[in-house]
């Protein structure tokens, strides 16, 4: 088992933030995302799916209740049609959403660790590193003047840098400032394609799920895992999306799930359609190269030969990948 644990810090240049101000912002969050908007108002984090009327997966959206606004964190690429979608919905409602652009920009702080070999246990991935990750993370924030999260996912902020745990991760943190503050934290934007590609690959590890250009409008929440990530909410009222989702949930229909692979060495982009040598077929939704292959998380079907409509275009010879754990069970 890999005992590499590097400190991992500095600006997410791939992500951006959209601010959500004004005295509706919760409730209208509460009609459009999957998860209970009401938590934030209890200064906790949260994960949460942006859906189309049909149930697709418009966006994944991490939510901070920062003091200047709600932020949500999203894929810089998606900024732009997620603040146009959004902006259809406001109608009457006393909110305003826009991009934060340098007022309010997004670090991650991390230890970095090596991705479990398909051979490791599943149980491992829960305590792999676990203590350590925390402590120093924990050091991390503290010895930069700023708050560690505790495990129930709560939110800390103090002179405008807020700090919350990636998903209850305490050893992955999401920071939250102003680019200025921020980078006299030491939290700058340099060496930015190593920093994108450690957390990308730490989402990997986690089978924390990303939706992308090639992969919006793909998916419905539940194949992306996000009932088993704390991403939805059952219990909340009616949102945009809820009723194809709730129907999944309840008439398990859920067909196909978001697994962690470790492909061969080729030339994969998110969005790809494969189909595995044991008859499954799907689409990557993040893929690295890594060592002499690639790392990945792919939406499969479930049984060989129930492939989607999506998956239908996988073509060549089925690809040699083998299944990693991940750390939840399916």
Not at 61 to 80: K, M, V, W
Not at 97 to 123: C, F, K, N, Y
Not at 309 to 324: F, N, T
Request: proline residues 4%; aromatic residues 4%.
């Amino acid at each position: 088992m890999s005992t590499d644990t590097a400190l991992q810090s500095g600006r997410l240049r791939h992500l951006g933030v959209l601010r959500f101000t004004g005295p509706d912002s919760l409730s209208f969050l509460q009609g459009q995302l999957s998860n209970d908007t009401q938590r934030l108002g209890e200064r906790r984090n949260l994960f949460a799916a942006y859906s189309s009327p049909q149930g697709r997966v418009l966006a994944l959206l991490h939510l901070l209740p920062h003091s200047s606004g709600i932020a949500a964190i999203l894929p810089r690429e998606l900024l732009a049609p997620t603040l146009e979608g959004l902006r259809k919905y406001v109608l009457r409602a006393k909110v305003k959403i826009e991009d934060a652009g340098e007022s309010l920009i997004v670090a991650g702080l991390h230890v970095a660790t090596e991705p479990l070999a398909a051979a490791e246990p599943r149980a491992a991935v829960d305590l792999h590193a676990a203590a350590a990750a925390d402590r120093r993370t924990i050091e991390a924030l503290r010895a930069a003047g700023l708050s560690a999260p505790p495990t129930d996912g709560a939110y800390l902020e103090a002179d405008g840098i807020g700090v919350g745990a990636v998903n209850h991760d305490t050893g992955r943190c999401w920071i939250v400032g102003a680019a200025e503050t921020l980078a006299a934290r030491g939290l700058r934007g340099d060496d930015a394609d190593r920093i994108e590609h450690d957390w990308r690959l730490a989402d990997i590890r986690a089978g924390l799920p990303q939706i992308y250009l090639p992969t919006r409008e793909t998916f419905v929440a539940q194949m992306l895992n996000l009932d088993l990530l704390d991403g939805i909410s059952f219990s909340k009222g009616c949102y945009t999306g809820q009723e194809i989702i709730a129907r999944t949930q309840h008439l398990g229909r859920i067909k196909r799930r978001l697994f962690r692979l470790q492909l061969p060495a080729g030339d994969w982009s998110i969005g790809q359609a494969l189909r595995l040598r044991d008859g499954r077929a799907g689409r990557l939704t993040e893929v690295l190269a890594h060592g002499d292959g690639a790392l990945a998380l792919a939406v499969l079907n479930l049984a060989a030969g129930t492939a989607g409509a999506e998956e239908d275009s996988a073509s060549g010879a089925a690809v040699d990948a083998a299944e990693l754990p991940l750390p939840y069970s399916l």
